[in-house]
């Protein structure tokens, strides 16, 4: 494809832009951002025999070291590093890229100036161990000077100077290439690493760099003068094109810089920044990219139009760098979202979108602002990305969830909380709210600059304000700079791995202590002949029909070594190994260790864990353990009860994260999940208000569909490159490995999760699913506990039961059948009590039964209250009334009762009670809502030294750890009275008794 227009209109946009009296045709058509990104396409694939790799999604792949995709370089980073195959010699694509906090982090100047954002597109080629850096140069010169009209007056070239403390000499190669190519000696500047060696993390690839620059002033031909301007910030003169030669390597664990097998080549050229370069202006904002949202923005608010300031002592500054964040913004959060990225999974996420609702909010007056430039956004880049068009109502939904959200938590802010804007003028709400410890941490730092003189935080304190507090990166840093603090970063990093690696490093340190070994400790055991374990045995399991669970066979090894764990535990590591270890969510297997010479020799294992590659048993280390050692041959047997129960938990963890999806209707994300044998738990972000148990009955009822319909598990074993990830589910920011990945099919699409957990074959031999209970863990997020197998079966066979027990005490009532109302109370109760705290004694109920039976006694309860309330004194009176008769004063010179009406009751005056006795002392206790009170009368003639009203309470009082009082104006002797105390239901029947018991034998003892 042919694009004659780019050199014509480039030279027309740059007199435009810098000259003011030369005139251009007015009918010069300058190039869009669409044409611009394919003519680079083009020139790549086209004319020099690359290949298109679709962009890479912004959540990082198999890579905890980012937060976001920060580069190009970060979807081959695997490549790089020689871990994963190239998908081609050559590669061009154009790449989403978001730099928002850690090493390559733009937020904090996005808005102030024209040309940092916090999501770009980074056009790129690249070459794995194909071309260098000669092909490189000469390719990407030709592409600005032909493909782009480009002045090449105007373009400067930097290299890497060298840096001796990295032990790396100047890239003298780099500059001769650039010579070689024309370019004159005063336009190729060395500099030193922090601009010419890039690095795209604290480890991994890494490499020198050789960067294009250009000169958008009209000053560009005073090369003495404006050469000295390259890398120096000017807004004027910016890096364009960055050719990364990747030939390095730096290790997380010393820092050290080591040659990679091959040698690469990876080139960014920031479209932004090219675009408005050819476009004639002198801001990226000014393109085709942003000011459809900018004009958008001052349509929807009527606020004063955009002016494009840039100084921040002009009075418009604020407002138009309010534009250009919502513009940047908005196409971060679209380019996030449409990625399956969740504001609940990622705070950086939430932050830029809090922040950009405040914005929308406080500077232009309208709360949906941000929500009605996503479809401009996707207008714009939904051709060339087209997961935004396919997700932009998900997209959409999203953000009218946080919307809501945070309009909500805006509204319960503190009035303390608002005080704080008025003292740190550089917060904001979007601060408070995404902080709740923000207030206490300010506290700590003003205390500390006032009473220390600190004026430097420390590794650790920053650890505090992090971990304790909650701040994130981006707030401490701009807290640092108005409160004139200096940062230990470096201090941070060592603090946190200090405590990240510490578990991992000592059972590194014992293994080599094991082993004879002082270095690292695979090297040590591959170099004494002692290999990783091997596990793919764990997956060898089938299902056995008649026992309704799974066979496991033994497997016969050897022990490679033993590590003594303290005096009470040891690790053994075998040659082989069928116990799973925790991972994926999954907890890991139990069993036994048995010596094949001796097999009435059996140790237990307590627990599996894995450490680079060697699986590592855990068994008790008492006397019998000295008769293990290095090279006994050996028996593992599994515990098939609880690898049969997770397994099954897990496929039913697949089935209820997919069905959750088909079911709600809206976006979910899958925040965490665990799988035991006791049962599973999967919390999800869900954007919606609330889960209705509707919903629930629905899911349970299509699992229970899905598992009757036996649909087959498959397992499928592939790459990364192979899969297509729009139809996976997976965990935003999960580490997966790039190559040997476990696919796992249920039935046909139903559900597909990458996942290396033990599954069953089909869906019938979970036999029964059961969710007990759905809990809401914060704003959007909710947790699942479910259980699959007999568990299950028995749950639901107990939850009907319960439910027909209900129901025929509802009907019961309905037909006025039952004449005790104290009666129809204890039923009532009874039930409440194992619908409540069932799960709290290993009563496994269904979530759905137990709240709609909830629902129904609630209702009968407050029918009784009602009925109770109207004929409060009648039971009362009736109960002791009855009472009277049942118990003369002949045979009965005392009283000590529970008042069985309070049970119906919402409230009760005791002295309705008492004043049925006057010719005898007399005790009532009574419960209404859990709430126990007493009450005792003492007639003057029976009250003793050892015996009278407050006295025979204290009794009580001390059975349910409370206190005594004599009502206002009246002598404890003859009256007093219990104060009210909460009792757990499941614990007053006891005191109860025990108080009754207690009461009467006082008065026995004591009366005269």
């Not at 949906?368 to 935004?388: A, D, H, K």
């Not at 109960?879 to 049970?903: D, R, T």
């Not at 108080?995 to 034998?1001: G, H, P, R």
Request: glycine letters at 6%; hydrophobic letters at 35%; a neutral charge.
């Amino acid at each position: 494809m042919s694009y004659p227009f780019l050199r014509a209109a480039t030279q027309l946009s740059v007199l435009r832009r810098y000259s003011t009296s030369r005139a251009c045709p007015s009918h010069a058509k300058l190039p869009s951002s669409k044409e611009i990104r394919q003519r680079f396409l083009d020139f790549f694939i086209g004319e020099n025999g690359h290949q298109f790799v679709r962009s890479s999604s912004v959540v990082p792949f198999s890579d905890p070291t980012i937060a976001f995709v920060n580069a190009g370089m970060n979807q081959f980073k695997n490549v790089f590093l020689g871990t994963a195959d190239a998908p081609y010699p050559r590669v061009a694509n154009s790449q989403k890229c978001v730099r928002v906090g850690g090493k390559h982090n733009d937020i904090g100047v996005v808005g102030t100036d024209g040309y940092h954002h916090t999501f770009f597109e980074m056009l790129g080629n690249w070459s794995f161990g194909d071309y260098f850096k000669a092909e490189a140069c000469d390719m990407a010169w030709r592409l600005l000077r032909d493909g782009y009209g480009i002045d090449t007056r105007r373009l400067y070239v930097t290299y890497f100077g060298g840096d001796e403390a990295m032990g790396l000499p100047a890239d003298i190669e780099c500059r001769d290439i650039w010579a070689s190519l024309g370019v004159s000696p005063e336009r190729i500047i060395p500099f030193g690493a922090s601009d010419n060696f890039w690095e795209m993390g604290n480890s991994g690839p890494c490499g020198p760099c050789s960067e294009i620059h250009i000169d958008h002033s009209d000053h560009f031909l005073d090369t003495e003068h404006r050469r000295h301007f390259v890398n120096a910030g000017r807004p004027d003169l910016t890096e364009v094109w960055n050719l990364v030669f990747v030939q390095h390597s730096r290790s997380l664990d010393n820092g050290k810089i080591c040659n990679l097998p091959q040698q690469h080549v990876d080139t960014g050229l920031g479209l932004e920044r090219l675009v408005s370069h050819l476009q004639g202006k002198s801001s990226n904002y000014d393109t085709d990219l942003f000011m459809p949202l900018i004009q958008h923005i001052h349509k929807v608010t009527g606020k004063f139009e955009y002016s494009g300031v840039y100084d921040i002592r002009n009075e418009k500054f604020e407002l138009d760098t309010a534009y250009r964040l919502l513009a940047d913004h908005s196409r971060m959060i679209t380019a996030c979202l449409s990625d399956g990225m969740f504001p609940s999974q990622n705070h950086k996420l939430r932050r830029v979108l809090r922040r950009s609702l405040s914005l929308s909010e406080r500077i232009f007056d309208c709360p949906t602002l941000v929500r009605q430039l996503i479809p401009l956004v996707v207008e714009s880049l939904g051709e060339t990305y087209p997961e935004m068009e396919k997700k932009l109502s998900d997209t959409t939904l999203i953000i009218q969830h946080e919307e809501e959200s945070y309009r909500k938590l805006c509204s319960n802010l503190r009035s303390e909380s608002r005080t704080l804007l008025g003292k740190f003028s550089y917060l904001d709400e979007a601060d408070l709210v995404n902080h709740p410890g923000l207030a206490h941490a300010l506290t700590e730092i003003q205390r500390l600059k006032t009473k220390e003189h600190v004026i430097e935080l420390s590794g650790n304190l920053i650890h505090k304000m992090y971990d304790t507090y909650g701040l994130d990166e981006d707030l401490l840093i701009r807290i640092a700079e108005n409160e004139n603090l200096q940062l230990d970063l470096n201090g941070y990093e060592s603090y946190s791995k200090h405590l990240k690696d510490g578990a991992k490093l000592e059972l590194a340190l014992r293994l080599q202590e094991s082993l004879n070994s002082s270095f690292d400790l695979k090297q040590d055991l591959n170099h004494i002949n002692v290999c990783p374990t091997r596990n793919e045995y764990k997956y060898n399991y089938t299902f056995n029909l008649e026992r309704g669970m799974y066979d496991i066979p033994q497997l016969n090894t050897k022990i490679t070594s033993i590590v003594p764990i303290g005096n009470s535990l040891c690790h053994v590591v075998t040659e082989k190994s069928n116990f799973y270890f925790e991972s994926g969510g999954q907890q890991s297997d139990k069993g036994r260790l048995r010596l094949a010479k001796d097999t009435s020799k059996e140790y237990e294992i307590k627990q599996v864990v894995e450490h680079d590659g060697f699986i590592l048993h855990t068994i008790e280390n008492n006397a019998p353990t000295t008769e293990l050692s290095i090279g006994n041959e050996i028996i593992l047997t599994v515990d098939a009860n609880r690898r049969s129960s997770n397994i099954m938990h897990h496929t039913a963890t697949h089935l209820l994260n997919s069905v959750a999806r088909k079911v709600l209707q809206v976006p979910i994300c899958q925040r965490s999940s665990f799988v035991g044998e006791k049962g599973l738990k999967l919390e999800l972000a869900v954007c919606s208000p609330s889960i209705e148990i509707s919903h629930v009955e629905q899911i349970e009822l299509e699992i229970r569909k899905l598992i009757q319909q036996n649909a087959p598990i498959r397992t499928r074993i592939c790459n990364a490159r192979d899969l297509n990830f729009d139809q996976i589910i997976t965990i935003p920011g999960e580490v997966y490995p790039e190559r040997n990945l476990r696919v796992i099919e249920i039935g046909n699409n139903l559900s597909t999760e990458l996942c290396c957990g033990t599954h069953a074959q089909s869906t019938a031999e979970l036999q029964d699913f059961c969710i007990t209970n759905l809990v809401q863990t914060k704003p959007g997020c909710y947790a699942f506990h479910a259980i699959a197998g007999l568990s299950a079966v028995k749950a639901t066979l107990l939850g009907k039961q319960i439910s027909n027990d209900v129901n025929q005490l509802k009907d019961d009532m309905d037909k006025q059948l039952i004449q005790n109302m104290a009666n129809i109370e204890t039923r009532m109760q009874r039930l409440k009590n194992v619908l409540l705290v069932g799960s709290e004694n290993n009563i496994n109920l269904p979530y759905v039964t137990r709240q709609r039976c909830l629902e129904i006694i609630h209702d009968l309860y407050k029918r009784l209250k009602e009925h109770t309330r109207e004929s409060l004194r009648k039971f009362i009176d009736m109960e002791m009334g009855n009472l009277q008769q049942e118990k003369p004063l002949q045979s009965h010179p005392f009283i000590v009762h529970f008042l069985e009406s309070s049970f119906i009751l919402e409230e009760v005056q005791l002295i309705k009670a008492t004043r049925h006795f006057t010719d005898r002392p007399i005790l009532v206790i009574s419960i209404t809502d859990d709430q126990v009170k007493a009450r005792a009368t003492v007639p003057e003639a029976n009250v003793n030294q050892h015996f009278d009203a407050q006295k025979w309470t204290a009794v009580v009082a001390n059975v349910f750890k409370s206190k005594v009082f004599a009502p206002k104006g009246q002598n404890a002797a003859h009256v007093c009275n219990m104060r009210s105390r909460k009792v757990q239901t499941l614990q007053f029947e006891g005191l109860l008794e025990r108080a009754l018991k207690e009461a009467s034998e006082f008065a026995r003892k004591n009366m005269q």
